[in-house]
């Protein structure tokens, strides 16, 4: 038996209680997303109960639902994807990752310069597509790569392909990856290579890794592959985990090839967990302010459903949720602090069945520990028996 694990990156279905303290009530991305398009036809989705979830123009409530559906609350401090990651395998931090508004410390900056020998450009909170258009030209005259963060707990470094190459950039950010613990400890270094001749041809690659503090304890990818089963991460999950708890890992180059990846593992994994992120949500639409893209990715992976449905077996479940949110409509190009959906679907899972509210997303890890027979995760309580027939 396996489950298929699908996080949609940023997929967000509506502000949680604590949202004003984030800057982000009225969030919603996938309920305002569909109202920014004129409506959203989510046949698959539909299916499964999504619409029982949200208001969603164009996809209404399904009192025939043939799947499980709820949401959850994010019960860590935070909004980034390594904290909704991690709670959903089973991590609640108490306190939020360490962000930097105002930039890095001078101090940092400095010995991070010295380390790598040469100068660093940028030093901000800054959108990654902007800052590449603003510093983009200088970088490649000079040689010195751009750094950057955001309302994030991230280390951003961007360099074109053609100036610094990605092995060079790699290492790059594993210094920086070093320096990063303490009191200037953060989430993520990430590379964010960019191809391009000038500012307005600039386009960031699917080159892009990340380098994640480990988790601070054993999470449901550990104790899987503790407990001899396969654990096979699909795009960045290798990351966000810093490479625990997996036995194969998947690079992908978009939310069509995670699909596609994810597929072919369905077929050669008898036994254990598939866990895929599509990014492509977060990445190109969310953090760009951009409904329409937003809305065409959601209806590009609506209609590749019935494909995984498919490749269910008897004793195989299919979740799907997300990591936070990010909405496209809102000025702000940051995640929200939102509520994640919860879809589950199998044969031995109970049709039209409502979860409610769930308190943390570490509820969905717990029921995959003991679906799977592994070792119970320290966080979340299982709804194993509430959705099985």
Known sequence: MKVVLIVLDSVGV????????????????????????????????????IG????????????????????????SKGKDTITGHWEIAGVILEEPFKTFPQGFPEELIEEFERRIGRKVLGNKVASGTEIIKELGEEHMKTGYPIVYTSADSVFQIAAHEEVIPLEKLYEICEIARGMLVGKWLVARVIARPFVGK??????????????????????????????????????????IFAKRGLTVSIHTEGNMDGINKTLKAMDEVKDGLIFTNLVDYDMLYGHRNDPIGYARALVEFDERLPEIFEKLKEDDILIITADHGCDPTTPSTDHSREHVPVLIYGEKIKKGHNLGTRESFSDIGQTIAEYLNVKPLRNGKSFLKEILI
């Open 198 to 239: 000038d500012r307005n041809s600039f386009v960031r690659t699917y080159n892009r890794k990340d380098f994640a503090v480990e988790p601070p304890y054993e999470t449901l990818l550990d104790n899987v592959k503790d407990s001899s089963l396969e654990v096979v991460g699909i795009g960045k999950i290798e990351d």
């Open 14 to 49: 509506g502000e949680l209680e604590d949202a004003k303290l984030y800057g982000d009530e009225g969030s919603n991305t996938l309920s305002n997303t569909s109202y920014a398009v004129g409506g959203l036809d989510l046949k698959n989705l539909y299916k499964l109960g």
């Open 52 to 75: 029982n979830i949200t208001d969603i123009k164009g996809t209404p409530p399904n009192p025939n639902a043939i799947g499980v559906f709820g949401k959850s609350r994010e019960k």
